[in-house]
């Protein structure tokens, strides 16, 4: 089974400060890691890092797959209902709409919907996109705890399909996860 | 609102420079472009930042967008938004400055070849100021002095016509064309963080 992800060395400088160096981080298929830390110790950094959307001050990084991010940022058409705003994105995106909860609103314009319906929105997008790496920074984030069990489920699902996951939480994530501590 | 911004310019030219027919005739091709580039301008902090903002960017080049397709895309869209508009309003604006058919016909042939490269422009400067500061008035400062080429010979053909002219109104325009999605491309990438 070949890694899907593998950081050699890696180090993250933002604005001038070097967060951190030195890291090494293989993912296997079925793993995942839950990132932790103080605030600003580069967590969300380091996600960006694996997503290729910073490049490291040094190290190496192989991913083999397509990866999926959910973050801090919407990126759907406020203007276009939410059914058809996350298929801009995936095709086939009902079966995560259901797995997240948001089956009965498809047809209501992604303006409208709340802050923990927009954050379920994000995580079914990354449900949608079947790629086998899922980076999740903050997922729990304002999930109430019908969203937190459908998370949980999701991840479950996605790894026995053989998936992995970073996700990077102050909030603790169960069992079965791969520590990593930043910031120490 | 770019046309409606064009008529006001190409009307507010003859209150500026007085009634003198010969003389409207002669400045109109190029008040006419004046008019052009700023409703050009209008838009242009809608182009790149609210997707930058809203992460759509990040979440295009995770489904394997590069960034030089997302430039040609927008520049399209662009286009599609003021170019075809702009050249219907070319026949009021002719109208308000006492242009007649054949002045028209040469800012219709300018304003058709060089309002590609005006939406090519526009975007990469949008790119290039996305995500800044006052990136309203930097992307002023910076449009209006890299469109003056395209201005020179878009008023020239527009004005005197010729082959001249247009040849180099094209070449400015394709040239416009070919390299702006790489610029804006690599802007994008700069305006990661």
């Known amino acids: ?184 | 609102m770019p046309v409606a911004f064009f008529l006001l310019v190409a009307a507010l030219v003859p209150f500026a420079v007085g009634p003198d027919a010969r003389l409207l005739e002669r400045i109109g091709g190029g008040a006419l472009w004046i008019a052009a580039l700023t409703a050009a301008l209008l838009p242009i902090e809608r182009l790149v930042e609210p997707d930058r903002a809203d992460g759509v960017l990040d979440q295009l080049r995770l489904h394997g967008v590069a960034e030089e397709s997302i430039g040609a895309a927008k520049i399209a869209g662009h286009w599609l938004s003021f170019g075809p508009l702009l050249v219907l309003a070319a026949f009021p604006g002719a109208a308000l400055l006492g242009l007649g058919p054949e002045p028209l016909k040469r800012v219709l042939v300018s304003l058709l070849v060089g309002t590609p490269g005006l939406a090519a422009l526009s975007v990469a400067v949008a790119a290039l100021t996305a995500g800044l500061p006052r990136a309203g008035s930097l992307a002023g400062l910076l449009l209006l002095p890299l469109a003056v080429p395209l201005l020179i010979f878009g008023a020239a053909v527009s004005g005197t016509g010729g082959e001249g002219p247009l040849a180099l109104e094209a070449a400015v325009s394709i040239t416009l064309l070919a390299a702006s999605p790489f610029v804006a491309a690599a802007a994008m990438r700069a305006a990661r963080t």
Do not use: Y
């Not at chain 1, 801090?72 to 709409?97: K, Q, T, V």
């Not at chain 1, 927009?118 to 899922?134: F, K, T």
């Open chain 1, 1 to 184: 089974m070949s890694a899907l992800l593998r950081l050699s060395g890696v180090a993250c400088a933002r604005g001038g400060r070097l967060l951190f160096k030195g890291l090494d981080l293989e993912l296997g298929p079925g793993e995942a890691v839950h990132l932790t830390g103080p605030n600003a110790c580069g967590k969300s950094s380091l996600i960006r890092l694996v997503a290729g959307l910073l490049r490291p001050a040094a190290g190496h990084i192989e991913r083999s797959e397509r990866l999926a991010l959910a973050d801090e940022d919407l990126a759907l058409d406020r203007e276009l209902p939410l059914g058809r705003a996350l298929r801009f994105w995936n095709a086939d995106s009902n079966g995560a709409m259901a797995a997240m909860g948001l089956a009965g609103l498809a047809e209501v314009p992604v303006r409208l919907l709340s802050a923990g319906q927009a954050r379920r929105a994000r995580l079914a997008r990354v449900i949608a996109s079947a790629s086998p790496l899922w980076l999740l920074d903050e997922p729990l984030n304002g999930l109430d705890a019908d969203g937190a069990e459908r998370l949980e489920q999701a991840i479950i699902g996605h790894r026995q399909a053989g998936g992995a996951l970073i996700a990077a939480s102050h909030q603790p994530l169960g069992k079965g996860w791969r520590q990593l501590e930043l910031g120490r």
